[in-house]
């Protein structure tokens, strides 16, 4: 994308941040990524009055050959951790969640954006204020809900027991004191009780496997009891992912994280074949679907920190709170959270 577009696109995004003069902007890369995102959320900052500064760190010497979460650079500098806090907004362009470093910094009140998605999928998916108050929606009546019960044609049938964990919501920008959100993103979620997620969920083909960046070929079965997946079967896509699983040596690969459902209807869920360069958030977004997550937990303040993590849009599925239809064969059906067209 070209420089000057990049810069207003970042100019719009920080302006529905909430950024002003007198704040302090923070920018965190890392290595050679990212730095026109980084020269333009600067110029952005300084546009609206703020003062701004970008904070690069080395790249990273060795590789995991896994995208082990959690694990950040920042955990060695902990000077850097310091100047970060005293930010008003930061803006990461590595990933930092799941992180004790992000917590501590949120903590502090400095609001949070991830923006490491490729540049023209952050300008089609723009954020705006009737997508927030579509997601608030949807966070509110999730926050309400004692019980979860999704269903598909293929087979899945699975109940979360909710109350435990709070609920979050994501809408691609963040104007809060200590919020963290991801440009872009429009979904709701929340985790089960850590002994409470029991059933039965089948992965169709046409479902998606994050971080593999790869969409399902054939049926996988999950059983799932108390909280943890107990047996994983199918053919060659069940056996990546019980491969990748073991390859953390970690029983706690094997808990369910959080679930909720996606409500972007600009999202694509081809977005992979355009946008292979990005962590998938179109597809954790696409209106209709319904995503649940297996391995750590933290994020939602729950004990569960394993680096292996997997996030699993499907679609066509249908999802209850409390037997109350809220996604029905992939379409959301509660009025307040279909956009207008669609009411």
């Known amino acids: 994308m070209d420089q000057n577009l990049l810069n207003e696109i970042c100019l719009r995004q920080l302006t529905l941040s909430g950024v002003h003069e007198g704040e302090t902007v923070a920018v965190l890369s890392e290595g050679a990524e990212r730095l026109d995102y980084a020269d333009a959320f600067l110029y952005a900052a ?7 500064y970008h904070l690069r760190l080395p790249a990273p010497t060795t590789a995991s050959g896994a995208w082990a979460v959690g694990a950040s650079e920042l955990a060695a500098n902990p000077q850097a951790v310091e100047a970060l806090k005293q930010a008003d907004m930061l803006v990461d362009l590595k990933f930092l969640l799941f992180s004790k470093e992000q917590f501590a910094i949120q903590e502090a009140g400095t609001r949070i954006l991830t923006a490491v998605e490729p540049a023209p999928l952050l300008a089609r998916l723009m954020p705006t204020p009737e997508l927030r108050e ?8 999730l926050g309400k809900a004692g019980a979860m019960r999704i269903t598909s044609p293929g ?8 109350g435990v964990y709070p609920t979050m919501s994501e809408y691609g920008y963040t104007d809060q004191p200590g919020r963290w959100d991801h440009w872009p993103a429009a979904f709701v979620f929340t985790g089960g009780a850590d002994d409470g997620v029991d059933g039965r969920i089948v992965l169709s083909p046409g479902d998606v496997l994050l971080p593999f960046n790869t969409y399902v070929q054939t049926p996988v079965t999950l059983t799932v009891e108390q909280g943890f997946i107990t047996d994983i079967r199918g053919g060659l896509d069940a056996e990546l992912l019980s491969s990748y699983i073991r390859s953390f040596d970690d029983p706690r690969g094997y808990g369910m994280s959080h679930v909720g459902w996606g409500l972007d209807e600009r999202a694509h869920w081809h977005g992979l074949t355009q946008f292979p360069g990005g962590m998938g958030m179109e597809l954790r977004s696409f209106y209709g679907n319904v995503m649940f997550s297996i391995g750590p937990n933290n994020e939602l303040g729950g004990p569960n920190d394993t680096p292996c993590h997997f996030d699993i849009p499907m679609r066509g599925c249908s999802l209850f709170l ?8 992939g379409d959301v059906v509660v009025p307040e959270m279909r956009p207008a067209g669609r009411r």
């Open 322 to 329: 409390d037997d109350e239809p809220v996604v029905v064969d």
């Open 134 to 141: 579509r997601v608030e929606v949807g966070a509110e009546l």
């Open 46 to 52: 300084r546009r609206l009055g703020a003062s701004a």
């Open 155 to 162: 087979g899945t049938d699975v109940t979360y027991r909710l």
